[in-house]
């Protein structure tokens, strides 16, 4: 499929490893010109062609300036995200004080980054915002309370924002993984173990393989390669009438009527 989205510049939130490097990959593999932000430099040399700049994107001062930095932009990626670290079932196992860290990088960095954005991407009349969530957001998991509801708020943040962003040519979406093996994935596991007793521990394969058979209808882990291939689908004009949509990349895990 030609998606031409050749010559197109895209910045990517939290490239430097993960969903959001593959992302970052995928479209400058399409020809784009990707510029990435994320706290830590890349583990990994990127794509020639992908640009790194270091930041925190919980600060709305060094969110600007890369936007303001980085020229004319036709998509904005949010890939950032971070659990608590700890444990959810029941949710009194958290403190109320894990609370506000977890919300400030999955819910108020991706607001940042939609202010700095969408008016440049409104003046110019056409181009996407695509916001990656968890389907952790939409089923009320008690994994990690803290980012189910973070991802929860970012899923009707992105709503309001494709109805603001419509008029101008602007679109949307949220892309929800279930079960990616990521550094963050691993966290999850390493949080589910703490104070477990010894005989009751499990091997993160072990664990995981058992979790994605009990919760994944096909029975395996996603790839960050397929949510890249979604999010450069979901830039391009063959995506022209979707907006406002969360799209799952699950195994069939979440599924709406
Ligand atoms: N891995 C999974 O199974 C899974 C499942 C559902 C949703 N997700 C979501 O996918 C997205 C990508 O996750 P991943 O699995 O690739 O995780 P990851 O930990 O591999 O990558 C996350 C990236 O975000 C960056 N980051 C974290 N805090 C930051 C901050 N304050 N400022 C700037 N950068 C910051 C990290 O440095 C890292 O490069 C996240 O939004 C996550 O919630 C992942």
């Given at each position: 499929?030609?998606?031409q989205l050749e010559g197109q510049a895209v910045a990517v939130f939290g490239a ?39 930041g925190d994107v919980t600060s709305l001062a060094a969110v600007k300036a890369f ?63 695509l916001f990656i969530v968890s389907v952790a957001g939409q089923t009320g998991s ?116």
């Open positions: 499929m030609q998606l430097a490893k993960g969903i959001g490097r593959a992302i970052a990959e995928a479209f400058s593999a399409e020809g784009c010109r990707v510029r990435c932000f994320d706290r830590d430099p890349s583990p990994r040399p990127l794509h020639s062609g992908v640009s790194m700049t270091t936007a303001e930095d980085s020229g004319p932009v036709n998509h904005v990626v949010y890939s950032v995200g971070a659990g608590s670290g700890k444990f959810g079932f029941p949710f009194w196992n958290l403190d109320p004080a894990d609370w506000p860290r977890v919300l400030e990088v999955n819910l108020i960095g991706a607001v940042n980054v939609a202010h700095a954005f969408a008016p440049r991407l409104a003046s110019r009349g056409r181009g996407s915002l008690q994994t990690d309370p803290p980012y189910s509801a973070a991802k929860a708020g970012l899923i009707n943040f992105m709503q309001c924002a494709a109805k603001d962003l419509a008029p101008h040519g602007v679109r949307a979406n949220a892309l929800s993984p279930g079960m990616v093996r990521t550094d963050l994935n691993q966290s999850v596991w390493a949080a589910s173990q703490k104070g477990l007793p010894e005989a009751e521990r499990q091997e993160y394969a072990a664990w995981a393989e058992a979790k994605i058979r009990k919760v994944s209808p096909l029975g395996r882990w996603q790839q960050p390669e397929e949510i890249a291939s979604m999010a450069v689908f979901l830039a391009s004009d063959r995506a022209g009438n979707i907006t406002g949509q969360t799209i799952n990349i699950d195994g069939g895990q979440v599924m709406h009527a």
